[in-house]
């Protein structure tokens, strides 16, 4: 859990950084450079999920067939998104 809001404190900082630099006062009202950026990192969110979807279902069919399980404390644990 800990880690989770370093994560998460951390994430925000540098959103923070990265809003600060790329939208720039010049480029008002239309911030092509700033947008451009955002939709960037908002396509290598949605292939993060995607790719996270896939990893994790397979680990999931893999425990369901008993070739391994996921976390050995917990044989019945299961990812999920």
Do not use: H
Not at 21 to 41: C, F, Q
């Amino acid at each position: 859990m800990s880690v989770a809001a370093v994560l998460n404190i951390a994430g925000g900082t540098i959103g923070g950084l990265l809003g600060s630099t790329i939208y720039v006062e010049k480029e008002a009202p239309k911030y092509p450079s700033g947008l451009g950026a955002t939709m960037a990192l908002q396509v290598c969110l949605l292939g993060s999920c995607v790719l996270a979807w896939v990893v994790f279902g397979r680990a999931n069919r893999r425990a369901d067939r008993g070739e391994g399980d996921i976390v050995s404390e917990y044989p019945r644990w299961r990812w999920t998104l």
